[in-house]
């Protein structure tokens, strides 16, 4: 019973660089959610995604950001022309049912510590 | 949107004393309010939960409170132990599942 696997768990990219940030939801699950965590604050939601469907992208930065759930593989988030601003660990989630309750829950993975020179 | 405050940002306590951390949020149609515990190098996890529909929620040495009114809720953990330190963040939820995080509470409990 996997849960939620991000790869690569932490990259190096210089200014200018492209970044490719990985996440498979739990088995059986489709809902994936993108947040990101700068230095000493909280989560801060990016995108929201189902297979082969953007469900909301308020959070994301309008250039340079995007994501991408395909019908087969991980769900990908592209970083493009990085810069130390982007400098931050990146977490995604999968939508999962708390039995106990009935509720939704989101689950995260370990994230993606991504460091940019 | 969603604002979430959280305080205080770090808390100190001793093994064996109580820990409450605060939040309040400013969107009343939020009504699903989580916390998470964060370890170093760790994503965060769920520890607890309370929808709006309930004021008190309990679970072993964690308790969440809310009050819809005043917009706010807390998380009260009792009997401190050392392995409960870590940062801690609370949430309020939007459309679609979505959260609003508070910046969050580094908690330090001392042996």
């Known amino acids: 019973n996997a849960g939620v696997m991000q790869n690569p768990r932490h990259l190096v990219r210089r200014r200018g660089q492209e970044a490719r940030l990985r996440c498979s939801p739990m088995k059986g699950h489709s809902h994936v959610y993108w947040y990101r965590q700068l230095p000493e604050e909280g989560l801060k939601f990016m995108v929201y995604l189902q297979k082969e469907n953007i469900i909301d992208e308020s959070g994301m930065p309008k250039e340079r950001f995007s994501a991408e759930f395909p019908k087969e593989g991980p769900s990908i988030l592209r970083i493009q022309q990085v810069v130390r601003g982007d400098s931050a660990a990146y977490f995604c989630?999968?939508?999962?049912?708390?039995?106990?309750?009935?509720?939704?829950?989101?689950?995260f993975g370990a994230g993606s510590r991504l460091t940019v020179l | 949107g969603e604002n979430v405050e959280q305080h205080p940002s770090t808390l100190s306590v001793q093994e064996g004393d109580s820990a409450v951390i605060k939040c309040t949020y400013s969107?009343?149609?939020?009504?699903?309010f989580p916390w998470y515990k964060q370890e170093l190098g760790k994503g965060p996890q769920l520890i607890i939960d309370i929808r709006s529909n309930v004021g008190e929620k309990k679970d072993q040495r964690i308790a969440v409170t809310l009050n819809k009114t005043a917009k706010h809720f807390s998380l009260h953990i009792t009997e401190t132990q050392p392995e409960d330190s870590a940062v801690y963040f609370c949430a309020a939820e939007q459309g679609y599942s979505t959260l609003t995080f508070g910046k969050g509470t580094m908690l330090l409990v001392s042996p």
């Open positions: 989630a999968s939508l999962t049912t708390d039995f106990s309750s009935g509720a939704n829950v989101l689950t």
């Open positions: 969107d009343s149609a939020s009504n699903y």
